[in-house]
């Protein structure tokens, strides 16, 4: 039965797990946006799906925030991170064959890659790219666009609220952020060359770079302008400033070269994460070697350190999870088809409905903004009724479909869903939205 699938029910496991938790851990969660007013508790997951502790199945659209890819616990890649554990642990002294199979993996899927750094997670990739693009340049500021998130370090942690009510101002949780950092990084607006020029004019020689998403996923999905991608490459090459692609979310889930194998333009330096390991942590940098270089500790001046970097779990999952989509290009195709078909079924809604509401995504990435469209940029998102969206995504889950719970964020078909999931979505959606109305 639906009510099953609430959330809020508190005679559930899920509901004692979470008072526990929050009696060890702040907030009962680990990552501040896992808690969203009430709790969750997820005890498996299998292919499209997630169980909860309480035994109720969830089609799973959330899918870690995109760090599931393939679907959950494939074999594709569980199995060969089975074999690993048990053979390659760490050594912390020399390389493994594991992380030179990965770095060339990358640098052959990436155009603009020709070596790479493994870290840990997408934000230490984005710090390491924020760190050479100012020795590369020997400058300090940072231009990065509202409502982009490129993880939790200092050097990101601006502007990046997605809540329109927050847009623009310090972001309430930046305590202990040192002004000087947030002030060193400017914001400019998505889609708006405009924007991005004014701050080159205002602060000539200071600029060390541009980091984009390069669809910022962390609204949704603004789609950019080829006018926009191809003006930021010209400015910042005209400015002498490092253009920075965080594919954290887009690398190998757009296409296996990332979105800028779809846009056709290369940046200086690509970021990775989430995707690439089907969930297992890893991230990564890459770029020329030109500039990669730096981080050589014998003729570089670039600090790389990290204990666990290139770990062979990690390795051996982003290995795994690449070759399957190098062997199997369908996967771009069927995801691809699947998102479509999602997002022209969503439309169909909205208008057959009437709804003040705007479909939109890319590839295998769908949002529905509560708001009438146009939507090029930020600033059109301000409008977004966030109340209708949380009641959406309420109604949705009780219904056992599990979307990504903030307003201005995305979904993710993996590579498990099926057009029967994407049609037992979109006749769930239309009663939901139907219901709204009434
Ligand atoms: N960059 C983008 C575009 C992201 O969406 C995220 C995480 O949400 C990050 C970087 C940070 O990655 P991680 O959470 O692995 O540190």
Known sequence: AASDHNPRNTATRGWALHQAAAEVIPGGVNSATRYVGHPYAFGG?????????????????????????????????DDPVRAAVGALDLFGLGVTE?????????????????????????????????????????????????????????????????????????????????????????????????????????????????????????????????????????????HGALLIFDEVITGFRHALGGYQEVCGVQPDLTTFGKGMANGYPIGGLAGPRSLMERFDGQKGDVLLAGTFN???????????????????????????????????GLEGIVSELDLQATVAGFGGVFSLYFTAGPIKGYRDL????????????????????????????????????TEEDVDRTLDAARDVLASMKA
Do not use: C
């Not at 659209?61 to 959950?72: N, V």
């Not at 202990?176 to 947030?182: A, P, W």
């Not at 409008?383 to 995504?393: E, S, W």
């Open 98 to 238: 594991l992380e030179v199979e990965l770095a060339t993996r990358v640098t052959e899927a990436i155009p603009s890659a020709e070596m790479m750094i493994a870290t840990m997670s997408g934000s230490e990739a984005t710090a390491q790219a924020v760190r050479l693009a100012r020795a590369a340049t020997g400058r300090q500021l940072l231009v990065k666009f509202q409502g982009g998130f490129h993880g939790w370090h200092d050097a990101v942690a601006r502007n990046v609220i997605s809540r329109p009510e927050l847009a623009y101002g310090r972001d309430p949780l930046s305590a202990g952020i040192l002004d000087s950092v947030l002030e060193s990084t400017l914001i400019a607006e998505f889609n708006d060359l405009d924007s991005v020029k004014a701050l080159f004019e205002q602060y000539p020689d200071r600029i060390a770079g541009v980091i984009m998403e390069p669809i910022p996923h962390n609204v949704g999905a603004l789609v950019p302008t080829q006018e926009f991608v191809d003006g930021l490459r010209a400015l910042t090459a005209d």
């Open 310 to 344: 290139g770990y062979a779990l990690g390795a051996t999952a982003a290995i795994a999870t690449i070759d399957h989509l190098r062997s199997n290009p369908d996967f771009y195709t069927r995801t691809h088809a699947l998102g479509a078909r999602m997002r022209s």
């Open 382 to 417: 301000m409008r977004n009724d966030d109340q209708a969206y949380a009641t959406f995504h309420r109604r949705m889950t009780d219904a056992g479909f599990l979307m990504i719970p903030m307003s201005l964020k995305r979904n993710h078909i993996s590579g498990s869903h």
């Open 45 to 77: 997951g299998d292919g499209a799906y997630v169980v909860d502790l309480d035994g109720n199945r969830y089609l799973d659209y959330h899918a870690a925030f995109g760090a599931i890819l393939l679907g959950h616990n494939s074999p594709v890649v």
